[in-house]
C-alpha cells in the first residue's frame, strides 16, 4: 500500500482544516488507516484512526473535533479538522495497518506497516 497525506496548511484558532489520506496498490477497505502527528520536539502521537470491522479511534485531544471517515470509492481517508488549537500545530502523517490489528494496538504507531510522507498543518493563535 502506498499512502499520500495531503490538505495540511495554516489556519486560524478556532478553524478547520481537511486533511486526505489517499491510497494505491490496495483496496482500503480492508487495511486500517491512522493518522498521527509530531510537533517539534515530541514524539508522534495517535490522533484518530479507521478500522474496516472495529470502528472509529480518536485521541482523547482532539474528540468532538476531529472527524475520521473513508471514501470507499476512491481509497481516501479523510480527517476533518475543526475547532483548530495551536496546539494541533504538528506533522500529520497518515498510516496502513492490516485488518487483523487488535483494538488495544490501533493507537500504537508501531502497529502500522504503511506510512505516507507528512503534511505540515500550522494553526495560529
Known amino acids: 500500500v502506498q499512502l499520500q497525506a495531503s490538505g495540511g496548511g495554516l489556519a486560524q484558532a478556532g478553524g478547520s482544516l481537511r486533511l486526505s489520506c489517499i491510497g494505491s496498490?490496495?483496496?482500503?477497505?480492508?487495511?486500517?488507516i491512522g493518522w498521527f502527528r509530531q510537533a517539534p520536539g515530541k514524539e508522534r502521537e495517535f490522533v484518530a484512526t479507521?478500522?474496516?470491522?472495529?470502528?472509529?479511534r480518536y485521541a482523547d485531544s482532539v474528540k468532538g473535533r476531529f472527524t475520521i471517515s473513508r471514501d470507499y470509492g476512491r481509497n481516501i481517508v479523510d480527517l476533518q479538522m475543526t475547532s483548530l488549537e495551536p496546539e494541533d500545530t504538528a506533522v500529520y502523517f497518515c498510516?496502513?495497518?492490516?485488518?487483523?490489528?487488535?483494538?488495544?494496538?490501533?493507537?500504537?504507531?508501531?502497529?502500522?506497516?504503511?506510512w505516507g510522507q507528512g503534511t505540515q498543518v500550522t494553526v495560529s493563535s
Open positions: 498510516a496502513g495497518g492490516s485488518r487483523g490489528m487488535i483494538t488495544s494496538s490501533l493507537p500504537l504507531a508501531t502497529a502500522y506497516d504503511y
Open positions: 496498490g490496495r483496496s482500503f477497505s480492508d487495511v486500517a
Open positions: 479507521l478500522h474496516p470491522s472495529r470502528g472509529r
